[in-house]
Every structure is written in C-alpha cells, then in structure tokens.
C-alpha cells in the first residue's frame, strides 16, 4: 500500500526557535499534500493544503508566516514552524492524496504524525 | 460552512456489531469517507461513499443516504484491537478538494 513517510516524529524545541517537519510519499506521487493540527483526543484540524509548484492554500486563522509550507516536488512538502512557542506545541500530521483520478481522488494517506514540544 | 456530527464515544463487547453515525451538513459535497486512528498514531482509511448505499470491506461497512446528509460505519465481529477513534470526513471540492473531519467517536472494545 500507499506509504508516507513523515520525519521527524518527535522533537522538542527552545522557545523562538524554527523546527522543520519532512513528509514524503514513498511509492507514489502527490500532487496534493495535506498539513493537520490535531490536539489530544480531538479532531484533525486542517491548516493548509500544500500543492506542488505553487503557493499553499491555508485554512482561516492559520497564520502563513508562523506555519510555512514548500512542495517543492511531487514527492515531498515540509512544514516549517517558525520562531515557535509554547502555544505551538502539538500533533502536526501530513497527508497526501495519489495522483490520477477516480478512486485516487478520494483517499488520503498519512504520515506518522510529528509531536512537537517547545518549551 | 462546514460541519461533521459524530457520537464522541461508544462501548461495545468483543463479538459485537456497533454502528457509528455521521451526519454532516457541506457545500459541494463530493463523498464521506471513513478513518481509523488508534491512540498515538496515523488515521488510516477504511472506507469511501460516493454513492447512495451500502459498501462493504470485510468486518467493515459504510453507509450513506445523501438525501439525508447521514452515514454510518458499521463494525461486526468486535475485536479488542478495534478500540481506536473514527472519525467521518466529507470531501468538499468548493475551494479545491480538501477533506474535512468530524470530532471522532472513540471506541471502547471489552472483553
């Protein structure tokens, strides 16, 4: 099956300092990625779709400077946390979504998950 | 705007059949679609509906009535390893094919 690869899964960070976070798709190519928010016990909350070749799309509220996202190929999107603080610690998941049409459209594959503690 | 509404827990016995429900309300509604995540880990998919009807992978089924705006996940054959959280997510393509997910039902499975 599909696989993404997400990297690292866990890191804890200074204060003001930028943490990246990798995620790939192993055996296919997406052009669709997909950066999550998710506190414990609750719900995946969607912050940006990152596209490859272009410019993200974030979700309202979600500030772009703060959370900074690259598709630079059809394989791999990385998040960047930038100057981040407390308030930022949390579950990040990506997805990605297979290229093509049909059922391809319509299933998502997540990478492990990133927990980040800043301290 | 959006929204998912799903039962936020539900017990059940090994052996046991349990139906979660989803009802959402969407604009551009393109499918439902099923999530498992077990504590600390990835969501995986189990399951899609596109359609009006019943889909069916092994223990699991799906469900969707779209005059409705309802679906269920239906698990048979309870096992203790099916305790997890699942969540309902409707793909809205209004603003470019993103997925959308409900609060999640988590799942208690007892010997």
């Known amino acids: 099956g599909a696989v993404v690869s997400q990297h690292p899964s866990w890191v804890i960070c200074k204060s003001g300092t930028s943490v990246k976070i990798e995620c790939r798709s192993l055996d296919f190519q997406a052009t669709t990625m997909f950066w999550y928010r998710q506190f414990p016990k609750q719900s995946l909350m969607l912050m940006a779709t990152?596209?490859?070749?272009?410019?993200?799309?974030?979700e309202q509220g979600v500030e772009k400077d703060k959370f900074l996202i690259n598709h630079a190929s059809l394989t791999l999107s990385t998040l960047t946390v930038t100057s981040a603080h407390p308030e930022d610690s949390s579950f990040y998941i990506c997805?990605?979504?297979?290229?093509?049409?049909?059922?391809?459209?319509?299933?998502?594959?997540f990478g492990a998950g990133t927990r980040l503690s800043v301290l | 705007g959006q929204s998912l509404e799903q039962p936020s827990e539900v017990t059940a016995v090994e052996g046991a059949i349990v139906q979660i429900n989803c009802t959402y309300q969407?604009?551009?509604?393109?499918?439902l679609s099923w999530y498992q995540q077990h504590d600390g880990g990835a969501p995986t998919f189990l399951s899609y509906n596109g359609l009006d009807g019943l889909e069916e992978t092994g223990r699991f089924s799906s469900f969707l009535s779209r005059s409705d705006s309802y679906g269920y996940l239906l698990l048979q054959e309870l096992q203790m390893k099916d305790s997890a959280s699942y969540f309902c997510a409707v793909r809205d393509d209004t603003g470019g094919f993103k997925t959308i997910f409900g609060a999640g039902t988590r799942l208690f499975v007892k010997a």
């Open positions: 997805s990605a979504r297979p290229q093509g049409g049909g059922w391809a459209k319509n299933i998502q594959y």
């Open positions: 990152s596209n490859e070749g272009s410019k993200a799309t974030y």
């Open positions: 969407t604009s551009g509604f393109y499918g």
